[in-house]
């Protein structure tokens, strides 16, 4: 290997080194949604998820607990309507119980909402 074809490879190689590093470094911080003294018990919002993919977070007293607002039927997204605390599809009406693990109610959609990790860490809400 000439002296060019070295270093060629040497800088790769530490590229790939630092890519790594910053890679896991990312993956393992925890992505901030909201302040947990702005986010009383009883609330809901919604926030876009590490993904990129829309989201709904809800607090209880029990604590704190997220799902993807992407519909498992047809990948429309729901929405929340509070009068009924149910997730709603507005493609085809389906509908999902948020406060029993996303399960569906009625419609079309095949299996619950996607569970999204998310937790009380000192005084953010977090997605894990």
Known sequence: MNRR???????????ALILGRTQSAVAASPKRIVKASKFP???????????????????TKSGVFAYSAICTHQGCTVDYLAAGKKLVCPCHRGSFDPFKSGK?????PPRPLDKIAVS???DWIVQS
């Open 104 to 108: 569906v109610v009625s419609g079309e």
């Open 120 to 122: 009380i860490q000192k």
């Open 5 to 15: 074809g070295f270093l060629r490879s040497t800088a790769l190689a530490a590229g």
């Open 41 to 59: 018990v009883g609330s809901h919002r919604k926030f876009v998820a590490a993904n990129g993919a829309p989201a709904f977070l809800f607090r």
